[in-house]
């Protein structure tokens, strides 16, 4: 049995979508290939994929809706393809979920390289759990309101949060008492914009412990390892 990776390559060009699958077959892939967004829809239920490479740019559906409806499915990994230039594309792409980008015209090896990355990025994570709109989660003296986005200290205040500390805290809310390295944590709050440096999630941390630790200086919700990442310890309650 065939155990490569399985990647769907999704874009309307032919001249794009053929000579790149045949290129992630030479280096070890399994690959299936789509021209829009009905077709890959097709594939995806009938194959399992490992990751999606997704053009955005194509007509009819194009491929930010398509992210979009994967995204609130499930966590397949998706790697864009965007025009180059198209940065608000791009930035409402990652909003949406999508693991990472490459702007045309790319490099095939460049690709590769992102492609393998998010990949082995993936398979480390611990699983997701689905979570509904309205989840509350109580720890230590706090309340965070997911669906309002709300995080309310046990004496009535409420402490704003900016997205990437909101993100940080769910994903740290999610995996309790479990340690998680920079790239699990980027990936889990969807920061690939940030991916090439580690001190993007060290700062979200240390901003997130100035507003939920008694004393930000000798933390005692998110302890730090040495080398190894970050893990959640206090008590977490599904309200």
Known sequence: MDTAPHLLVVDDHRDIREPLARYLTKHG???????????????????????????????GEDGLALCRELRARGDLPIVLLTALGEETDRIVGL?????????????????????????????????????????RFKFDRWLLDVGRRE?????????????????????????????????????????REAAPFDRAIDNQVLRLRRKIERDPKKPELIRTHWGGGYSFEAEVERA
């Open 29 to 59: 892939f399994r690959v299936s290939t789509a021209e829009n967004a009905a077709a890959a829809r097709k594939i995806l239920q009938g194959a399992a994929i490992d990751l999606l490479v997704l053009d955005i740019m194509m007509p």
């Open 95 to 135: 909003e949406m979920g999508a693991d990472d980008y490459v702007a045309k015209p790319f490099n095939p090896r460049e690709l590769l390289a992102r492609i393998k990355a998010v990949l082995r990025r993936a398979q480390a994570l611990p699983p997701r759990r689905g979570r509904p709109v309205a989840e």
């Open 151 to 191: 995080l309310t200290r046990e004496d009535g205040v409420v402490v704003p949060l900016s997205t990437g500390e909101f993100l940080l805290l769910t994903a740290f809310l999610e995996h309790p008492k479990m340690v998680l390295s920079r790239d699990q944590l980027l990936d889990l709050t969807r920061g």
